[in-house]
């Protein structure tokens, strides 16, 4: 992170992706990160889609190579098609996942997705050649007057409005 203290900035869901799962790229620059950003009290902006987002990704998360055989088994991962039970437990250690990033900052602001934004990610989307939820988050950032950014995709860096904190270990 730069010398100077980013006073707020508005986390993609890859960052968090990669911070609550040690075995995904640039865990290691995510933790990093966002620990700097606690010590500093950053004030953490976020869309409302976030949520949504991070939640599908964890959904899709037992079917990737990204989880290490302790959590398959505590978790019972393997039995994932065939029984509720399991995709039930592992959806609520996901909003516990989430709720515990999101509690290591001081303030967090999740910023509803209100036609506006929608309209203005429409727009990134073309100008930028960005996926929906991508130009979604950067419309969120945008409308919140919070330029600074932090992500593991370098798509973002296609939009110079944004100061675009790529997040990268140093081995990937």
Not at 37 to 53: A, F, G, K, N, P
Not at 72 to 81: E, T
Not at 84 to 90: C, F, G, K, T
Request: glycine share 2%; hydrophobic share 45%.
């Amino acid at each position: 992170m730069d010398d100077q203290p980013s006073i707020r900035v508005c986390l993609d869901t890859s960052v968090i992706a990669a911070y609550v799962i040690p075995s995904i790229a640039h865990h290691a620059a995510c933790v990093q990160f966002c620990d700097e950003l606690t010590r500093r009290s950053t004030q953490v902006y976020c869309s409302d889609i976030l949520r949504i987002e991070f939640s599908d990704f964890w959904f899709r998360l037992p079917r990737t190579s990204h989880l290490n055989q302790s959590i398959i088994r505590q978790f019972r991962l393997g039995a994932w098609d065939r029984n509720a039970l399991v995709r039930i437990q592992w959806m609520e250690e996901g909003v516990r996942q989430f709720e515990w990033f999101l509690d290591k900052f001081e303030s967090v602001t999740e910023v509803p997705s209100a036609e506006p934004i929608w309209r203005a990610s429409i727009g990134l989307m073309a100008r930028y050649r960005l996926r929906s939820h991508d130009a979604i988050h950067v419309a969120t950032a945008l409308a919140a007057g919070v330029p600074d950014f932090a992500s593991v995709d370098s798509d973002f860096r296609r939009v110079p409005a944004l100061r675009l904190h790529l997040l990268r270990d140093t081995d990937a």
